[in-house]
């Protein structure tokens, strides 16, 4: 570690590392534009100038090393000076789009804009015309008069993706970024280059002109996309309660963690929300006249225990059979396993997962379902069920999700649920209405629930609700401790479990791999 | 399909790359090597010298609009570049100028409608001492004062036959 | 003296040149002294860079890693773009063996065994020429493999630029060879450590090199008997603009620019007197006729707020607008500004509109102040130096000019 001293405080850093990081370590930032921390300095934006004691220029925090016994000054008036300078240059060569650019409200350039003293000025020369809407990329968008030439997305294109569309043509005050003919950007990360210019240039179509980023709320999240388990943030609005539709997700952004997903979330990720807000499961069904009087949690609850108590008879476990998948959690998995398997004996416990896809090289995993370690550290070995040999050897059937639809061909699944005297669903998506279910309780998406995945790495992640579930959806480890607890079984067990910090306990407890750290 | 090139320029090309320590920083001796054949850099030849040297196209691009001798368009026949820096400017490059947009219609940027004259301006050539200068394509006239450019112009509409 | 034997019919041929001791200085090196012995000379010597900076040569070579895996590079900068100067075309139409056995000495002293000339694309017939004794140095045993019999091998290409002044920066250059566009690195890391693909590399100007060979063949001592103490030597100084005889003037450093303009370059042309001098290329802040009584050496024209820069003096005389110098400047930098870095990009842009309508006739007296204002927010915050070589001009134009700015101004 080096010491040094920063804004007159004593500060320490690693040996190598810069100014800038040093100083972000500490808690101050140093404004900039070209900087990102997943590239080696670039040192062109010159927005991160500050004060070393000793020398007579200002020195670039980017790309300056902390140093034993270094004095720097990120704050003086001398270093405010040269910023606004260079904000002054950026806005004579930038067009005053505020109100129409989607940026506005998470822009750098105005934001330090307004930190350094909203200075009118002195341009008066007829600014440069370019073009505004150049297709880079089938969701991408850039505004060349917007552009401030960072070269963040040229960058990424070389040193993350290495497929290189990006570059720059002409020089000086008409350079511009720009793609050769017909070589858009068609990779899987192409979200990224939206998120990561600092101004309104590149746009996501996929969020363009949809909302004001003032107006999103935010919280973590981890992606269910696949087995990566990217960090992210769920940009939404809760809505208004007499508004139809006014509750939805917005946009997916990365989250930072050097140990999952570096700075990066691909599209399939970034732009798979819509079943969030669309074709929801989220009101309890049931078949007509299995229940008197509308559907409720209670007489759900209490119907379904029963039948789980009524496994205990002699043979009837053999006849029950239960498909989840790894798109639930580890607490979710766990209770599965506990419930199902060790409690009541149930050993036709199968995963019905999605399809696998491709993998693409970089985040993107073949798994496409979160917690495939998860459901091996519960204790569940991935297996679909062979429905052939199955059919008129089931009773009872809970099924988790909907991936059973698209593992099996109708026939053969019509064929087998048929056979199947009673079919409850737990799902937050809602099945296509030919198939009749029992029951069908309605669960919650990760995004609205609380609960851990164990990303392909083994790396356990929990996450809490972005969103509270809607209607009368629940997370399932709530409707799982639920049934637990109306099916009697082991009740000196469940009985003593009472949320989800009893439910984590239990399961450390018992499956190590799946122990919630952070 | 990518374009081809001529036997002659594939083989110039292969002689630019041996003697260089890595075939991409070939890039602009095999330009020049393009551009003298062509007269231009166009698209198609953009993506056959990326290809020749396993560069990405955009890369090739990039060079050629960066350095202001390569060009992506055809110009005149002739291209008459003339000096507007300060040496030439004193001896009377403006003059030159002028006398071209008078005479013939030219203007920097432009070119006449038969195809035979382009123009541009440029930057200092390094023949100060000669000033006032301009270059037709890659010969150099020197010292240069209006009589002389009509001569000049005179002659090379001439060397055409037109 | 350089430039002696200039003139002189097969000078730029191989046998005119050893006819006149050419090659002698590498003989000398190779075959009884050692690299650091011929590293120590330049360094004696005090030779400074030639092309602009004027770093010392010595010192610049003993920067480059002894032990090192990486091969190492010689760049020879023969992009002189700088306006107003035309010595190193001069040198090597003249006397292209000059710089090749002065960068066979450089590479004989820093242990390198491969070098670039990377000369300006505008400069045809000079990269033709240099090829042409490249290819007679190889035929004669003074590149290539065991010159002279020794274990030292040297490989030399001659590369062309096409079109870009800055381009002339030595780490611009080293993109440009890559095959890149022409925009400058960070420094630090320094070619000398990191370089040419990413390797060890030296750049000199041409003019540095040349004078190289009889630096060895006399020893540093003896290059410091003309020029001054800090400035030894002698410049090719390049005199253009409204002179009788502009061209190429090799004269000691330490020369009065009032003898250079006067004496040798022959005074004004009939009926013209002298309104200004820029005296080292484009870059160099301008000066009075009162200010002409300099010498001409590094130190004392930095001490006069100006620089030596490319020593190409450009005498301007009584019928000068100096609206219209002032947007040959802007004109120039915007043009070749790399772009890279926002206050040289945006800044040269911004000099050359406010310019371009003072030039036109519609300038304000407060756009002087705002044009001072711009080029004061380049000075220093730039990646590289080309942000002072444009906005240092510019500032002494304003400085020394103002009240015929003032007069173009509409109010």
Known sequence: MVKFVLNGRPAEAPEGMTLLAAAARAGIDIPHFCYHPAFPAEGSCRMCLVEVEGQPKLELACSTAVQEGLKVWTETEKVAEARRSVLEFLLADHPLDCPVCDKAGECDLQDYFRRYGLLPSAFEEAKERRAKKVPIGESLLLDRERCILCTRCVRFGRQVTRTEELGLFQRGLKTEVGLFDDMPVAHNYSGCLAEACPVGAITDTDFRFKTRAWFLERADSICPGCSRGCNIIVEHSSGFPRVPGSRKIFRIRARANPDVNGHWICDLGRYGYAHLDTGRQESLRTKEGLLPGAPSWEAAVRFLGEKLAGLRAEGAARRAAVAASSELSNEELYLVRRLFLQDLKVHKIFLVDPQEGETDGFLLTSERTPNRRGAEGAGLKLGLPGLDVLRGEVDLLILFGLNIFERFPGEQLRSFFDSVAAKILLTHQAPVAAWEFELILPGAPSAEKSGSFTNVAGLVQSFAPVRPAGGQARAEWEILLDLAKASGVNAPFYSGLTGLEDIRREMGRECPALKVTS | MTMSFSPKLQAEIREALSRSPAPKASLLPVLHLVQDELGHIPAEAERAVAELLGLNPVRVREVVTFYSMFRGKPLGRYHLQVCVNLACSLGGGPGLLHDLRESIGLSPGGATPDGLFSLSTVECLGLCEEAPCLLVNEERYEKMDRDKLQNLLGRLRTRDGG | ?411
Request: glycine share 12%.
């Open chain 3, 1 to 411: 003296m350089l430039t002696e034997n200039y003139g002189l019919a097969d000078l730029a041929t191989i046998a005119g040149y050893r006819a006149r001791g050419g090659y002698s200085a590498a003989v000398k090196a190779l075959r009884s002294m050692t690299p650091a012995e011929v590293l120590d000379e330049v360094k004696k010597s005090g030779l400074r860079g030639r092309g602009g900076a004027g770093f010392p040569a010595g010192m610049k070579w003993g920067f480059v890693p002894q032990k090192t895996d990486q091969p190492k590079y010689l760049c020879v900068n023969a992009d002189e773009g700088e306006p107003g100067t035309f010595k190193d075309r001069f040198i090597i139409s003249h006397d292209p063996h000059s710089v090749i056995e002065g960068a066979l000495l450089a590479s004989y002293a820093c242990d390198i065994h491969a070098a670039f000339v990377y000369i300006r694309g505008e400069y045809e017939a000079e990269a033709r020429r240099l090829e042409e004794a490249v290819r007679e140095a190889r035929s004669q045993g003074f590149l290539g493999s065991r010159i002279l019999g020794t274990e030292f091998s040297l490989d030399m290409a001659v590369y062309r630029g096409a079109g870009s002044y800055i381009c002339g920066e030595e780490t611009a250059l080293l993109e440009s060879l890559e095959g890149k566009r022409g925009q400058p690195r960070l420094k630090p890391p320094f070619p000398a450590t990191v370089g040419l693909f990413g390797c060890p590399t030296v750049i000199n100007n041409v003019e540095t090199l040349a004078n190289v060979p009889a630096i060895v063949l006399n020893g540093g001592e003896w290059f410091r008997r003309l020029g001054t103490d800090r400035d030894p030597g002698t410049r090719l100084f390049g005199v253009s603009g409204q002179v009788l005889k502009p061209g190429i003037y090799e004269l000691p450093l330490g020369t009065s620019l009032r003898e250079l303009i006067f004496k040798h370059a022959g005074g004004m042309k009939e009926g013209r007197t002298l309104k200004a001098v820029i005296p080292g290329g484009l870059s160099a802040p301008i000066l009075r006729p009162d200010e002409i009584e300099l010498s001409l050496d590094s130190e004392s024209l930095a001490a006069a707020g100006s620089m030596l820069g490319s020593a190409a003096v450009m005498v301007l005389d009584d019928r000068t607008s100096m609206v219209g110098v002032l947007k040959v400047v802007t004109g120039f930098y915007a043009h070749e500004s790399c772009g890279q870095c926002t206050p040289c990009r945006v800044g040269t842009g911004w000099m050359d509109k406010l310019a371009s309508r003072l030039a036109g006739g519609r300038g304000r007296r407060r756009d002087l102040d705002v044009l001072e204002r711009v080029a004061g927010g380049i000075v220093g915050r730039t990646l590289c130096p080309m942000g002072d070589a444009a906005a240092c001009p510019v500032l002494a134009i304003l400085k020394k000019f103002r009240s015929e700015l003032e007069e173009a101004c509409e109010e």
